[in-house]
Each structure stands twice: as structure tokens, then as C-alpha cells.
């Protein structure tokens, strides 16, 4: 298992990673950087799916321990990135449904680690990360999965509505966790392609996800407290739908 992470620092070694087949996490930029190396690695990084954060020199000296990073640092990533086509297009030459969870602003990397763990244990085709608004998948995630994210399919997201647009368009159902939601009893395991959104653990789901759902589920309990852990009810619904 992956227990440290692996950056590279410099622009040229990043805008080379970014333009060869190097898997990119993401990559941090120095604020006050501007110019010709500021456009390139912004726009490598769209065309990549990478999220770039511009952030204080003093963070970048503290990633990598060292101030000859030229104002750039980026992490190289743990894990192979999939396409959301190309999962879909294997669930059907294996002749089943495809089974995807979506991740809408999860932010705790504990969170994330432990949802993908049951991901993996229910069967589930992908998990669909946004670049942006997600904790970052790094040694720590990936040891929060207990490995997991070794072995699940994982798929960016350049902006998770269209993800999602897109996969219902092609048939899926697109299942959504909300406290107001319908009975999660009331509602049958889905006999088409679907896929489970989880919200953000402060915030829930947002807008424009929930346009987008056919279905708002619950998970209804006793009043002692307010609600359930994300990544708890993550595997509530995956028992139930998987």
C-alpha cells in the first residue's frame, strides 16, 4: 500500500508531466505568480482535469521542504484515473448495470476513504470524484480506504452536473441522499444503471445535483441526533441499492 506521497516541483518538470501521460493529483501554484507559466499550467491543467489551487509561497516550502520549486509544485498521483464512458461501456459488454458513486463536495479524506472502502465491498463499477470542492486522493486517502482505492475504478470530474447530466442521459438513474428525501424503505433496488450521490458532509447536496436527480432518498432513524456520518450513510444505501 502507498503510504507517501510523491510530488514534483519546477515548471518545466510540471508542464511536462501535465503534458505527457503523467496521472496528476493536482497542482499547487504560487499566488503570485503571473505571466506566460501562470497561462500554461492553467491551461494544461483544464485540458487535463487537474485542479490547481494558487496558494501562498510558504505552503509550497512546507510540501516539498524546499524553496527551489519556482513557485509550482504539483502531486503526482497514487491511483489510475478512468473514464466514465469507458466504465460504462464495460458494465454493458459484461452485461450488467452499471453502478457508480458520485461524490458532491465530500471534503474529509477519512470520508473519502471509507466510502470508497464500501464501494468496493458492495461492487460498485466507479467511484466519480470532482477535481474541485473533493478532498484530494493521496497516501492518506488511500490508506483511509484501507487500500481500496488501489483496486476501485475512480473517475474525475471536471464539473460533476455535467458528469452526472451525462450519465443520465444515457440511462442511468440518478439517486440522491438528502434528510427530506423519500423513505429510503419505500424505494426498490433499480433494475437500470443508476448512480448513488452523497452530499457534502456540512452542506448536502448541491443545487444543481439535485435538479438533476429522479430520485431523493433518506435514511429516516430516531431524533437523537441530527444525522448520520456521510461515509455511515454511504453504506446504508449502497447495502440497499447494490
Not at 501521460?21 to 492553467?42: A, C, S, T
Not at 482505492?149 to 440522491?176: H, M, N, Y
Request: with cysteine; aromatic share 4%; glycine share 8%.
Amino acid at each position: 500500500m502507498k503510504t507517501k506521497d510523491t510530488y514534483i516541483m519546477g515548471r518545466k518538470p510540471i508542464i511536462d508531466a501535465l503534458e505527457s501521460e503523467q496521472q496528476i493529483e493536482r497542482v499547487w501554484l504560487d499566488k503570485n505568480v503571473r505571466g506566460e507559466v501562470e497561462k500554461d499550467l492553467r491551461y494544461l491543467c483544464r485540458q487535463r482535469g487537474v485542479h490547481l489551487q494558487a496558494v501562498p509561497k510558504q505552503k509550497l516550502n512546507v510540501l516539498v521542504k524546499s524553496t527551489n520549486h519556482q513557485g509550482v509544485v504539483a502531486l503526482i498521483s497514487p491511483i489510475q484515473f478512468y473514464e466514465i464512458e469507458d466504465v460504462l461501456q464495460l458494465s454493458y459488454e459484461h452485461g450488467r448495470q452499471a453502478r457508480f458513486v458520485a461524490l458532491d463536495g465530500i471534503e474529509d479524506t477519512r470520508n473519502l476513504g471509507a466510502i470508497a472502502r464500501t464501494a468496493l465491498w458492495f461492487g460498485a463499477d466507479a467511484l466519480i470524484v470532482p477535481i474541485k470542492g473533493t478532498a484530494g486522493i493521496h497516501a492518506g486517502t488511500i490508506k483511509s480506504s484501507a487500500g481500496a482505492l488501489l483496486t476501485l475504478k475512480v473517475c474525475k470530474a471536471i464539473e460533476l452536473k455535467k458528469s452526472v447530466q451525462f450519465l443520465k442521459d444515457s440511462g442511468a438513474l440518478i439517486i440522491g441522499a438528502d434528510a427530506k428525501g423519500t423513505p429510503l424503505k419505500e424505494i426498490k433496488t433499480p433494475d437500470q444503471p443508476f448512480v448513488l450521490v452523497m452530499g457534502n458532509e456540512e452542506k448536502g447536496l448541491s443545487p444543481s445535483i439535485t435538479d438533476r436527480c429522479d430520485i431523493i432518498t433518506a435514511i429516516h432513524g430516531t431524533d437523537a441526533i441530527d444525522s448520520l456520518n456521510v461515509s455511515v450513510a454511504a453504506g446504508i444505501l449502497m447495502h440497499h441499492f447494490m
